[in-house]
């Protein structure tokens, strides 16, 4: 290559680069602005928990001119945070705990024992991932009645568990797929039955899809207005967003006393996230890998 050539070259790679980095500019710009939008209704959110009304109606948007914490004091009284909190609570952990084991060992039993009789019970559960079950709700809420488990926790969870598990089980068999069985083969050489093989070699090696699932679980179960609304009744037994949904005013909502109820409701979520989320990161990336 002549030194004409070479200079050529060099300045068609110099313009493409250019040309990629202004491209990168644009990109980045874009997704900026895209950033901020998305952000503006959080921060109106919580910029508005800390003002007083007068402050929210003549500057919605502003900075607090002195921070104003007693809507968070009139949430948590309203709402009887403690009881809901506890309510909650209760229905997440059972929910997701019987929703992790359940799926997990059902999709175990798919990826190991291939079959026409197994195939067709998994293309079975599949149809709970098609079909929403609020198209039978109220053969549900009969059947609940039936079993007198309406207007308790243990009602809310049981429909909870069932509703999630199709998803759950299609996601972990895909992932027992990528499990060497040459492990549970020499979990079995060595004495090993199925139940403890299962606990012992697989079951811990599916951690990155069971961390995702269970703050997807969670976010699932928390966040549920209608399950707890068709079969929970009394307030002692209420969650969350049922008693946020008690405290919006037919005809207008104080905004300063919703958004503390918001706020309140999803910091749980939150904190659960960022204790997770290097999990949910391990998941994601394992499954690009192995997908």
Known sequence: MNKRAFSTQTARSLSYFKKGAKGDIILEVILLVIAIISLLPIYYMVNTTLRTPDQVITSPFGFPEQLDLSGYVRAWNMMNYPNVFKNNLIIAVVSVSGVILLSSMAAYAFARRPGKVFNWLFVTILIGVIM??????????RVLT?????????????????????????????FV???PIQL???????????????WRITFPLLQPVIATLTVL?????????????????SRAKGVIL?????????????????????IL????????????QKYIVEGVSTGAVKG
Do not use: C
């Open 265 to 276: 409701g999803v910091a749980p979520l939150v904190i659960l996230y960022l204790f997770m």
């Open 132 to 141: 929403p079950f609020q198209v039978a709700t109220i053969q549900l809420f």
């Open 184 to 198: 549970e083969e020499s979990a079995f050489i060595d004495g090993a039955g199925v139940w403890r093989t299962y």
């Open 146 to 174: 039936y079993l007198h488990l309406t207007d308790t926790l243990l009602g809310v969870i049981l429909v909870e568990i069932f509703v999630a598990v199709p998803f759950n089980v299609f996601l972990i068999k895909n």
């Open 242 to 262: 049922l008693e946020v949904y008690r405290n919006v005013g037919q005809f207008q909502t104080d905004w300063t006393n919703f958004f503390p109820m918001m």
């Open 217 to 233: 679980d969670s976010l699932s179960v928390w966040n549920d207005f209608f399950t707890p609304l068709l079969i929970l009744h």
């Open 177 to 179: 797929n990528s499990v």
